[in-house]
Each structure stands twice: as structure tokens, then as C-alpha cells.
């Protein structure tokens, strides 16, 4: 698709076909765009596509979009719905959408910053996530401006520096009540741990559990850094895991920060899994240090 190409009805791409769209006008659809076995990808730098009505775009799970530059604009409620893949792999600038995303498949933020301002109206959220994935590669973000919920699939983040990097979720608050949250899952045996951000508010409850790495040979642990408040509630539950042990066990008499809040953290965890796992039979301690900042995981002396 070129400048000056809308359509007026539904676009069905099948099996084998691409939706390759770049544009160097602003463009205008007027329904929805369904890839059904089809891959295609958006680069518009600097340039936007406006869907009219609640048109929007679903992806289905034999297909892949990747948004690398460019704007969505709505003058409706449309939504991009994503049982297949979505992502963006690169880009100079950042991708904006007012399509809300409601993910069920797998959703791959490689490059940059990805920034959605757009509401859908389940949870009344920017990001909206049943199942599968959402990844966060280093050093990217994801602006969901009308918040990011969370109730089942897996919220991670990945790094392949040495040092490991940060990858935040900004501009709304973070409602997880399911689903599990796993920090640098491709460092699972190494020094490296994950650190997600975020400029706002972190609620964890219903069923949702937080994987933390600890390193057993220094303090570094996967972290929650958390601008705004923290609450903690509902079943939610904590699992410990160790990397690094020394001579097969955890070093003793440490602790690891593995939420930190600019704000306040209250409330608990309903269940925690702090076995050690080195035959030791000991577990960590995990509570809320004096000053309700930070959610520490201690070891006994």
C-alpha cells in the first residue's frame, strides 16, 4: 500500500500474502485489516494511517506484523487484537498507536519505544494480556498511557549485555491479577538479572507470581523499580530462584531487594516458594524492609 490507497471494507489477507504498507502521505482506512496467515509490516516515519469508525486490526496466530515506524490514529474504539505475533524489531522513531492492544500470542518489543495511547474497554487499558508473551528486550519501553493489565501468559524481559539493562512499562499504572512475571529469562544461569521500571503505580494480586532471580554471590536480584506505589494482595504469590551458588549453596547472611518503590509498598504475598533448593532445607525471608521502600529477600546467618 501506497499514499492515497484507503479501502472502505474489510482487508483479508490469507495465507502466504503480505500487508506491507510505507507510505511517505498520511493515509485513511475505513474497516478493519485481517491478516489470516499473512505477515506484514508498517513503516510510516513521520507519517500516520487513520482508522475511521472502530476499525482496527486483528492478527491471527499464523501471522506476524511488525510495526517499525509511524502512526495509528483512530477516530473510533478500534483495538489491535493479537493471538499471532506482534512486533517491532527497529525504527528511528518510536511507533505510536491509538489502537489499544489486546494481546493473547506474542508480543516482542526488540527496539526502541512503543507507545499506546489508545483505550480498550475491558480493563479500560492501553495493553491488555489473557495469554502468551509480552517480551521486553534491554533498554526498551512501552508507553501504555491508559495503564497495563495483566491476568495470565508471561510479563518478561530479556538482556543480552553482560551488565544487564533495564526495560521499563511507563505512563499508566501496571494492574497484574494473573500470569507470571520473569526478569532476564535468557540469563537463567549467569550473573545477569532484570530490572523492569516504571514512572507509575505497580499493583500485584489475584493469581499473579513473581519469578525473582537472587545471584547467591552478591546482592543483585531481579528488581521491580517502581515510581509510584506498590500493593501487593489477592493470591498473589512469590517464588525465589538462585543462581550463582557457592560451592552449591546460598550465601548466608545477605539480602536482595527485588521490588524497590520511590512511593510506598503495602501488603503481602499470599503464598512464597523461598526454599533455597541447595539441600540446605533452608529458605529465605521475604517481607517489607522498615521504611515500606523495598521488598527484601534475606538468607538466615
Partial sequence: ????????????????????????????????????????????????????????????????????????????????????????????????????????????????????????????????????????????????????????????????????????????DILLEGGVIKLNVNNVDGTNVGVLSSNKALTIQGNAEYQAKIDSTNNTADRLSIAGNVTIGGNAKLTALSVNLINGKVKRNNTWDIISSAGTITGDFATKNLAFNDGSGDSYTGALNGTKTKYQLTSPP
Fill in 1 to 172: 500500500m501506497n499514499a492515497n490507497s484507503p479501502f472502505l471494507a474489510n482487508l483479508d489477507l490469507s495465507a502466504g500474502k503480505a500487508f506491507n504498507v510505507s507510505n511517505n502521505e498520511d493515509d485513511t482506512t475505513g474497516d478493519n485489516i485481517n491478516l489470516k496467515g499473512s505477515n506484514g509490516s508498517v513503516s510510516l516515519p513521520g507519517h500516520k494511517i487513520t482508522f475511521n469508525k472502530n476499525a482496527g486490526i486483528s492478527i491471527d496466530n499464523t501471522s506476524t506484523l511488525n510495526l517499525i515506524d509511524g502512526t495509528f490514529q483512530t477516530t473510533g474504539t478500534g483495538v489491535i487484537t493479537n493471538p499471532g505475533a506482534l512486533e517491532k524489531t527497529a525504527g528511528t522513531n518510536p511507533f505510536v498507536t491509538d489502537l489499544a492492544i489486546v494481546n493473547s500470542g506474542l508480543f516482542q518489543l526488540q527496539s526502541g519505544l512503543l507507545q499506546i495511547n489508545g483505550k480498550e474497554p475491558t480493563k479500560n487499558s492501553s495493553f491488555n494480556q489473557s495469554g502468551g508473551t509480552c517480551d521486553l528486550w534491554a533498554a526498551t519501553t512501552l508507553s501504555a498511557k491508559q495503564g497495563f493489565y495483566m491476568n495470565g501468559g508471561v510479563l518478561q524481559t530479556e538482556s543480552s549485555n553482560a551488565l544487564g539493562h533495564t526495560s521499563s512499562i511507563n505512563d499508566g
